[in-house]
């Protein structure tokens, strides 16, 4: 059996978990399928060879949209009771979207664990995301047209309303996962949304042995993200000094915006990450899609080219996601925008 589909060794367990053996509690995020299933036996066995080691709470998120997520969730639960760990149901109630439901379903189960992170005291959360979900992952924001930061996929490691939601299989193969089930003899549910062919991730689920063909299997695909995420940071870095040096350049003092000619000798995607941080703090409607803060720039840019000497850019005046972009006097300036104003009743005849 090759690597990518021998059960977890112990040892390997171990070191998946090891990082947070020093945490008073961890939250298990456990639907019943088979990846979330692992995570669950893995890390009750990691726990039980420790002397002392966190508490760990499995909860299962029931969206109410199938019929057979209670019993799964009683599975779940027997399961929970047999490895010795602590285990909870919540359910999403209310009314469902009629479209969307994928995206809904999923802030809606990080509500829920966020809930149980805060009544448990634990500052992680562990899902179990595998390296096959990394590659259908950077495929589905490479065909919405993401940037940098989004084709790095999913971190180990990242920050969600005061807790930290940690994958540690993310560099695990699904194979891999489903022989240590085997092995064990340990039961697992199997959900039909995961093949529906109208959700776009079942479909570039679908698609992955022809281009794994191709050389385009999750192992390269995953790792390509992994370096796009190394770059992405290399890059945050440099518009946190890009940023500094504004702010050295006022004086210190916070200033709504930048120096004309210092923001258009920045490299393009420093300026863009530099504009969009600046909506990003003075908007009141959201995070601005990439695409229009792009065209924004350029803009800006055609702005500063009518007189075509440094110093004298010319006029600009523009909102987006609710900021004022201005370009005068040789500085680029990013304010909240004016309230709008409400349509007026028709006094036409």
């Known amino acids: ?66 019929p057979e997520a209670g019993r799964e969730a009683a599975g779940v639960k027997r399961l929970a009771r047999d490895l010795g760990v602590e285990h909870r149901t919540l359910r999403w109630r209310g009314a469902k979207p009629a479209t969307g439901v994928p995206a809904a379903a999923r802030d809606a189960r990080y509500a829920l664990l966020l809930k149980a992170a805060r009544q448990c005291e634990a500052a992680h959360i562990l899902t179990a995301h595998t390296r096959d979900d990394q590659a259908e992952t950077f495929l589905m924001r490479m065909a919405r047209g993401s940037g940098i930061a989004g084709l ?66 999750a192992r390269n695909l995953a790792r390509l993200a992994g370096r796009l995420g190394r770059a992405n940071a290399a ?13 050295l350049r006022d004086g ?52 500063g080219s009518i007189s075509g000497k440094p110093g004298t850019a010319g006029r600009l005046r523009q909102t987006l996601a609710g900021a004022l972009i201005t370009v005068a006097r040789g500085r680029i300036r990013v304010e909240s925008a004016p309230p709008r104003r409400k349509a007026g009743p028709n006094r036409g005849g």
């Not at 991730?201 to 698609?207: F, G, M, Q, W």
């Not at 863009?272 to 995070?287: C, N, P």
């Open 1 to 66: 059996m090759s690597d990518d589909q021998s059960p977890i060794s112990a040892s390997e367990a171990r070191s998946l978990f090891a990082e947070w053996k020093q945490s008073p509690s961890l939250i298990l995020a456990v639907s019943g399928g088979p990846d979330s299933v692992a995570m669950l036996w893995l890390a009750a066995r990691w726990r039980r060879a420790l002397k002392r080691g966190p508490r760990l709470v499995a909860v299962t998120v029931d969206h109410q949209l199938r």
């Open 235 to 247: 890059l945050e870095l440099m518009a946190d000094g890009a940023e500094r040096f504004f702010a």
């Open 252 to 303: 210190g003092a916070p200033q709504p915006g930048f120096d004309f000619d210092a923001f258009v000798a920045l490299p393009e995607e420093i300026r863009v990450r530099v504009l969009l941080r600046a909506i990003g703090r003075v908007g009141t409607e959201g995070v601005p899609e990439l695409g229009k803060v792009e065209a924004l720039l350029g803009a800006i840019e055609a702005a």
């Open 152 to 217: 790095g996929a999913m971190a180990r490691q990242s920050p969600r309303q005061g807790a930290i939601v940690v994958r540690p299989l993310l560099d695990v193969p699904k194979a891999r996962l489903l022989a240590t089930l085997d092995k064990a003899g340990v039961p697992y549910a199997f959900d039909p949304t995961n093949i529906d062919a109208k959700y776009t991730r079942p479909r570039l689920r679908a698609l992955m042995p022809l281009l794994a063909a191709e050389g385009c299997n």
